[in-house]
């Protein structure tokens, strides 16, 4: 499986994904500066965590207007794969490669910490490695990750199966005080309706190795060796 | 307004300054004439406390600063010691009290932001940065604003650029009320043949200014940092510096990628005192002089004056002496990075900073008179009295034990602080191995098996009471948290915020933390690599508690072996180690339960601190415990409660307190103690090593169930004390 | 010329510092808050003289950079 | 009644935020800024009726909350 990590300036878990990328992929991914004309023909595209352009303005505002992002952009209409975690997901709102908007979290602050996750949908390139169902734990690290979508998007994501993670409590359960950050109805990751794109604020990537307190994120890197090999 | 460079230099301008009289004689005979205004301002702020050390210089000699690992010391941006592989920690604490004060986040910010660059600027990719706060008492009207502030602004910071904050400490004291102290650390990783230093080379290599431009920020910030408070302080506002995390980030980014070319001679970030002191820094290191055209210097706003351009703290600045004729080259680099580039001068052979504007030469000082012959002050000083011994007899014991134990687990002391860390990215670079809440915080090398652990430690309550054992003990603690991970301590870094120099008493106290912290390097063999002071942290003759913040850094070479305060399993059996007296002087249970502040604090015994700690380390080492906590704030069963809480398992535990009142032996705060969790299989081996080590240990329970039960004290539940535990601070803070 | 650019949230998108704001000042004791909006304001300086010209340049900015249009409106003055 | 408030930064503070969209814009092709300044706009719903009361109740507000006067400036509307 090719890959390619593109980064912004400010950009700042480029690197964990291009470490977690090799570990899992066995390769090192291509590493894409935006201002970079080309990507190079991959299977798929990480847009990484941080503050690109400082997240001024808005997140993901500026990023989503660099010239690379014209080829991811492009990447995706092709079908080609791309997943934003953290600021990539906010990067791919911005583009409007995923509806809605990461706004700032409810309790206005940044929160970083342990997460429970439930896999709402295991039928994609990006979650098939977890059960249907399955409550994950996974890291989650910003300051504007409370997701919203009009009632009509967000009917539509219902209906098509497009969370792929929503906030839950030890049981499963997806309750309001499960939600970290206020998003309506604890949606931690979407996909797009094809199913080749995905983001997610929490971070996969930062739990893959039981030193890093455990390996729930290895699943997500898994899932995509299994499609796109 | 036009600008005069020469104006008359009248007494109230020097005072204005911050200049006595001596110093402005001194200042007269370096230049051999009166200075003009740009020279008087570049006076004021080199001799200000702040950046000449002159009322501390002659104590910090004496401590310690030497070990085979120390590759650098005291003297450059930050401390430097060799972790192996050719592979070098780069680390320095320093602080941001003033500034906090009066704009606690953009204050904390700009702290976070200024250490970050006394690191990177030596080479290395900063890793992880720590925090140390105090803050006054929890009723005092400005603290809530001022800790919600200052926790963002370091979070708004450190998350931006991408370096993990992964731990500190945090104090609530009356006498910080109105001089908070924000103390922020840096810790890096460099290669050992990449480190780079400020002291300029090379007659007529160019002088490079990159970053962000200079605006009109924090002039006088630095003469600022060392005045006492009044009350008229709030009402002046100077002008407050701004952070920007993400030039900061590019500019990380970009003075490494060049750093990795060999074009850089020397470098220097512009702190305190910015362009006036890195540059001043730069030449006299060297023994050369610099030649600036100020109309060079990117500027922010119009109509910039060079004394506005020589004392300006704007941030996200670096000084860089390039080898000849690189420069289209690097700045290729800053391009990239959407930095300021510009050549704003070239090194001389004469010694002297000239700054020339618009044509006109506006200041030439020789430098090496201005850094090197700097005041120096031996400032009267009284022997600090320690407090008198208080005999346990005087404290009453507690009605409820259980009551007593919830009540300061959920004080404002002991409580959890993880509504501060959850404000900070923990975790970015995927190395953290060790979050907040342990003894000591632990990053991986990236790549490697090895690690660094962190800790940040100081009891102002004891140096206040003895400062000779005040300091011993916040250098003994840091080395006891690293221990209790397994790692092994190396340097430390300190930064020593105390009152008003100029009072005998507060000199003494200064005197005292020293003298006990070089008794600690010495006898730990735990050098001081790098440090800061702050003085002057008084308000209306107040001062405040004194506060030597000790920055300790230690190594794990198998960071497999790390351990952390939570027990692992049922039946694991906890042995604690070292001696138990019942010391209650200084300690927070006479504070939270009897509202006192009495009492002389517990001694150290560094002999003893170190063969238990090494004990203690090789039992880590050797696998055979699973957990270790060590025992300080609160004492014995403060410990195992957080053991409890890490855990979220119960524990048993049975000890005889022999002649000591059983409060006493729940709550002293006795020194070089730890508590081990121990396989059932391995106790004998751990009991038997001891002894033969000469090592004090004692089995005083067992993990088990879901209760924490302590003697005849009625057993209190897990999540009693989780609640318990958890809830001050959100409580607290959530209440407008 | 100069232009200044306010960008509000759209009408039913959620506006947590709008809500945190009036929670605080009912803390601080200010009582007959209705409601409350937090949005950004952006003062332009530009080259351009003509208004029209800038008019249209700086709602070309708003589609394209300053506001986000999917939770967003923006609306613009010239000085 | 309707209060608007807009808080901008002081003279001479630095605004990152403001640099970073100046640098965005060109980026994007629109030439000829000179300067960005981005400030926070804040709408109001109260229920008081009389314009002076308002005025002096959202000053307060202003120096209580909604502005941080150390660094920040405050100007008010009334409608
Ligand atoms: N301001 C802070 N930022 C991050 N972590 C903090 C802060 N204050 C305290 N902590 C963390 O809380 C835990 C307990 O702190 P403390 O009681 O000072 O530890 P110890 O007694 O072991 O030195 C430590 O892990 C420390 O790193
Ligand atoms: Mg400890």
């Known amino acids: 499986m090719k890959t390619a990590v593109i980064v912004f300036p400010a950009s700042n878990c480029d690197r964990d994904m291009v ?115 399955q409550v994950i734990n996974i890291p989650m690290a910003h300051h504007d990750g409370n997701y919203f979508a009009d009632d009509d998007t967000l009917q539509a994501l219902e209906d098509e199966g497009r969370i792929a993670f929503r906030y839950v409590d030890d049981s499963g359960d997806a309750t309001k005080s499960a939600n970290p950050n206020g998003s309506r109805n604890n949606i931690a990751g979407i996909i797009s309706r094809r199913k080749n794109i995905l983001g997610m604020m929490p971070h996969p990537e930062r739990l893959i190795e039981e030193a890093q307190g455990g390996t729930d994120g290895l699943g997500f890197f898994e899932s995509m060796i299994n499609a796109l090999n | 307004m036009t600008w005069n460079n020469n104006v008359e230099i009248t007494d109230v301008l020097v005072k204005e300054h911050g200049l006595s009289d001596d110093e402005y004689a001194l200042c007269l005979e370096i230049l051999g004439r009166t200075p003009t205004l740009t020279e008087l301002g570049i006076f004021s702020v080199m001799w200000s406390e702040h950046c000449s050390y002159k009322s501390s210089k002659l104590h910090l000699k004496t401590l310690p600063t030497k070990a085979p690992w120390v590759i650098h010391g005291p003297g450059e941006n930050a401390g430097v010691i060799d972790i192996g592989d050719n592979q070098a920690i780069i680390f320095k604490m320093e602080s941001h009290n003033h500034p906090s004060y009066i ?128 009350e008229d302080t709030e009402e002046k506002r100077p002008t407050v510096q701004v952070g920007d995390p993400f030039t900061e980030k590019l500019l990380i980014e970009a003075c490494l990628e060049l750093m990795s070319t060999d074009m850089v001679v020397a470098i220097q970030d512009m702190g305190a005192a910015g362009l006036t002191s890195s540059s001043v820094e730069m030449a006299s290191g060297g023994g050369v002089g610099f030649d600036f055209n100020l109309d060079m210097v990117p500027q922010r706003e119009e109509g910039m004056t060079p004394y506005e351009m020589m004392l300006s703290e704007s941030q996200e600045r670096m000084l860089i002496v390039l080898k000849p004729g690189r420069e289209d080259e690097a700045k290729a680099i800053f391009d990239k990075w959407d930095l300021d580039f510009a050549v704003i001068g070239k090194i001389t052979d004469t010694g002297n900073l000239t700054l020339t504007f618009k044509g006109d030469i506006v200041a030439d000082i020789p430098t090496q008179p201005l850094a090197d012959n700097s005041p120096e002050y031996d400032r009267p000083w009284v022997k600090p009295q320690s407090k008198a011994e208080l005999k346990n007899e005087d404290v009453q014991a507690p009605a409820d034990m259980k009551q007593t134990l919830l009540k300061m687990i959920g004080s404002e002391h002991l409580c959890s602080r993880d509504w501060i860390w959850q404000q900070y990215d923990m975790q970015v670079m995927a190395d953290t191995i060790q979050k907040p809440g342990g003894d000591a915080a632990v990053v991986r090398i990236h790549g490697t098996d090895k690690a660094v652990a962190i800790s940040t430690d100081c009891t102002p309550r004891y140096c206040y009471a003895n400062p000779i054992e005040g300091g011993k003990q916040a250098v003994a603690e840091t080395w006891r948290n690293i221990t209790a991970v397994g790692a092994t301590p190396m340097a430390i870094t300190d930064c020593l915020n105390f009152g008003n120099p100029e009072r005998p008493e507060i000199m003494g106290q200064f005197v005292g933390c020293i003298e006990g912290m070089r008794e600690a390097c010495n006898i730990l063999d735990y050098p001081v690599v790098s440090g800061n002071v702050s003085l002057y942290n008084e308000t209306n003759g107040t001062g405040i508690h004194p506060t030597p913040a000790i920055g300790g850094v230690g190594l794990l070479s198998d960071s497999s072996k790390m351990v952390t305060i939570a027990p692992q399993a049922e039946g694991e059996v906890l042995i604690l180690v070292g001696d138990t007296r019942g010391h209650l002087g200084a300690s927070l249970y006479l504070e939270i339960i009897e509202g006192r502040e009495e009492g002389a604090p517990p001694p150290v015994d560094l002999n003893i601190e170190k063969k238990n700690g090494d004990y203690v380390r090789a039992q880590i080492d050797a696998g055979n415990i699973t957990a270790c906590h060590d025992i300080s704030d609160g004492g014995l069963y403060v410990s195992l409660a957080e053991m409890v809480i890490a855990s979220k398992m119960g524990m048993k535990v049975t000890v005889d307190t022999g002649t000591i009142p059983s409060h006493a032996f729940a709550f002293g705060e006795d020194q070089a103690r730890y508590i081990l969790s121990v396989p059932a299989d391995k106790v004998d081996l751990i009991l038997n090593t001891a002894n033969n080590a000469d090592v004090t240990t004692q089995n005083i329970g067992i993990i088990s169930g879901d209760e924490l039960t302590l003697n005849s004290t009625t057993p209190i539940s897990v999540s009693e004390l989780l609640e318990a535990h958890k809830g001050w601070m959100p409580d607290y803070m959530s209440i407008d | 010329m100069k232009a200044r650019v306010h960008i509000t949230l759209k009408n039913g998108v959620l506006d947590p510092q709008g809500k945190a704001i009036k929670h605080a000042l009912s803390a601080l004791g200010f009582d007959g808050v209705n409601d409350v909006r937090q949005g950004k304001y952006i003062e332009l300086d530009l080259a351009e003289t003509d208004p029209d010209k800038t008019q249209s340049t700086v709602e070309d900015m708003c589609k394209k950079l300053l506001s986000n249009t999917v939770i967003e409106n923006y609306s613009i003055e010239i000085e």
């Open chain 2, 103 to 230: 704009e606690p986040y953009q204050g904390a910010a700009t702290g976070v932001g200024g250490i970050l660059r006394d690191v990177f600027t030596m080479g290395a990719r900063p890793i992880a940065n720590m925090n140390a706060l105090r803050f006054g008492s929890p009723d005092h009207h400005k603290t809530k604003h001022l800790l919600s502030g200052v926790v963002e602004g370091i979070g708004g910071y450190g998350n931006c650029v991408g370096v993990p904050t992964v731990g500190g400490e945090t104090n609530f004291h009356p006498s910080y009320d109105g001089n908070i102290l924000v103390n922020a650390m840096t810790v890096g990783l460099a290669d050992q043949d990449k480190i780079f230093l400020s002291a300029a080379a090379g007659i007529g290599n160019p002088v490079i200014y990159v970053g962000s431009k200079t605006g009109r920020d924090g002039i006088h910030g630095a003469t600022m940092a060392s005045a006492e408070f009044t």
């Open chain 1, 19 to 133: 470490v977690a990328l090799e570990k899992i992929t066995g390769k090192k991914p291509h590493i894409i500066w935006h201002q970079d004309e080309d990507i190079p023909e991959v299977d798929l595209i990480a847009l990484p965590g941080g503050f690109s352009f400082g997240d001024y303005l808005r997140c993901g505002a500026m990023a989503a207007r660099s010239p690379v992002t014209k080829r991811v952009i492009e990447h995706a209409d092709r079908g080609g794969n791309v997943i934003g975690v953290c600021n990539g997901f906010q990067v791919l709102t911005e583009t409007g490669l995923l509806p809605g908007a990461l706004m700032r979290n409810e309790s206005l602050k940044f929160i970083c910490k342990d997460v429970k996750l439930r896999v709402d949908n295991n039928d994609t390139p990006f979650t098939n490695a977890y059960a249907q169902g």
